[in-house]
């Protein structure tokens, strides 16, 4: 079967996309590229083509633009002309330039899409057109690929390669060789350019290209076809590996609102344990090196926590509690009558329960960071929390309530201290302001028998 005849098959069969989609060829002007354009023309799809120039190689990288304007003026298509400084963002963004590259091309692919996204190709017809980006990417890319990540030390979704159609991008041609890809420039008389850059072996790919697959090769003959085969398997596998985990986080995850919390004793029995909490918090930005910070968290106090980008894991008694950074829910923390110590944002809590026959030690009861509270009405479990709009307290040696909102304007804090103020509440009445002031109503006095202190300690 010929490469045009596979090539509309994959089409079809993998539902790509369809005749009347809004499709955007990458163009570079190597062989691959422009293999892909004749295959798209002969196989009578209508396209345009999208080409970057990054000024990375002087004269050969104008050359390479002129030539891709030629190509596009042969299947009379419009092009999309891009010229990028490239190390200039690299610098900036602190980053590499085969990083910046590909941050570029697809940040400008993502526009060019977007402008496109309800193109009508035949205004007589009333429906809307999807619109992707193809890319020239071919088979041995994708074991390029799987090998890259098997090395990187990816999970088993990176052992699946490249995806022939992964959102808007979509890559017909990795079911061909690169032999294949050859042999077809050579049948239909076709001009191309080649990437200098191709040759140097400093970047990883190249590597792989030209040093690691051709050794690998004089031992096992067939790697490559192997390699193939194995990426099919490995998708098979990532199916039922999904379906795994799904399972696991329908009976792990009760979700309340905005958090996600996790039993932890049922968590603990789950197995593989390791793999389950690395693909629960990987979507609330944790990285597989934090999955040992949450199984020690299952082995920690309460109060204790770790921080992504953009959420916490806090370990609350019997529970895990993911939440987002700004949900001042997720900062609650009940405190048991028999728990000694506590971290929370801000440091460490420490609790310590006592029966008192003399009060003439005890004048010094409100330190500024050591709370002495008289502890006939102070009922268990107490509440950790943020303070929030509306609360309010009796402060020490009043005899009216008070909001904080205005006991904070008197202390004159700043909109910083205000934003880091805990407070600790019995029965929703705060006893301690922390490291601020105690509550008038649970100060010590002569009849007081039992005392409740707390510490805190800044982290």
Not at 90 to 118: C, G, H, M, P
Not at 187 to 204: A, H, I, R, W
Not at 402 to 407: A, G, I, M, N, V
Request: net charge positive; proline share 2%; with cysteine.
């Amino acid at each position: 079967m010929s490469l045009l005849n596979r090539f509309s098959k994959n089409i079809e069969q993998q539902n790509l996309f369809q005749r009347k989609d809004y499709l955007l060829l990458a163009v570079s002007g190597g062989a691959d590229s422009v293999t892909l354009c004749e295959l798209c023309f002969q196989a009578g799809f209508h396209f345009e083509i999208a080409h970057c120039n990054f000024q990375l190689r002087g004269e050969e990288s104008e050359r390479d633009e002129r030539f891709v304007r030629e190509l596009a003026e042969k299947y009379q298509m419009k092009l999309f002309v891009k010229k990028f400084d490239t190390n200039d963002y690299a610098k900036t963004n602190k980053v590499s330039i085969q990083v910046a590259a590909r941050e570029l091309r697809y940040q400008w692919f993502d526009e060019l899409l977007q402008n496109k996204e309800n193109v009508n190709q035949d205004p007589d017809l009333k429906f809307q057109n999807s619109a992707y980006l193809l890319t020239a990417h071919h088979a041995d890319d994708n074991i390029e690929t799987l090998l890259m990540n098997f090395f990187k030390g990816t999970g088993i979704k990176g052992l699946q390669g490249i995806l022939s159609k992964q959102g808007k991008i979509i890559r017909p041609l990795l079911f061909a060789r690169r032999e294949e890809i050859i042999s077809f420039i050579k049948e239909n008389n076709l001009q191309f350019v080649e990437d200098s850059s191709n040759n140097s072996d400093k970047y990883t790919r190249n590597y792989f290209r030209h040093q690691l697959i051709p050794s690998i090769e004089k031992i096992f003959p067939q790697v490559s076809e192997n390699l193939l085969n194995n990426l099919e398997r490995f998708k098979e596998i990532d199916s039922l590996y999904h379906q795994s985990i799904n399972l696991h986080k329908e009976k792990l995850l009760e979700r309340k609102g905005s958090e996600v919390h996790i039993p932890v004793i049922k968590l603990l029995k789950a197995k593989p344990l390791k793999t389950i909490i690395y693909e629960i918090i990987k979507e609330y930005d944790f990285t597989a090196h934090q999955t040992e910070e949450v199984v020690n968290l299952l082995k920690r106090e309460t109060g204790r926590y770790i921080s992504s980008a953009s959420h916490k894991v806090i370990r609350n008694r019997n529970w895990l509690i993911i939440a987002p950074l700004n949900n001042l829910i997720a900062s609650n923390i009940l405190i048991d009558e028999a728990d000694k110590q506590i971290t929370f944002e801000l440091g460490k809590l420490n609790f310590k329960s006592e029966a008192v026959t003399d009060m003439s030690p005890l004048k010094d009861f409100a330190s500024e960071n050591t709370a002495k509270l008289d502890a006939t009405d102070i009922s268990f479990p107490l509440l950790l929390r943020r303070w929030k709009q509306g609360d309010y307290f009796y402060p020490l040696g009043m005899q009216k309530k008070k909001k904080l909102s205005k006991f904070f304007i008197d202390q004159k804090l700043s909109s910083t201290e205000k934003e880091k103020t805990w407070i600790i509440e019995s029965n929703k009445r705060i006893i301690w302001i922390i490291g601020k002031r105690i509550d008038n109503r649970f100060k010590l006095s002569g009849q007081t028998k039992n005392m409740l202190t707390i510490e805190f300690n800044k982290s």
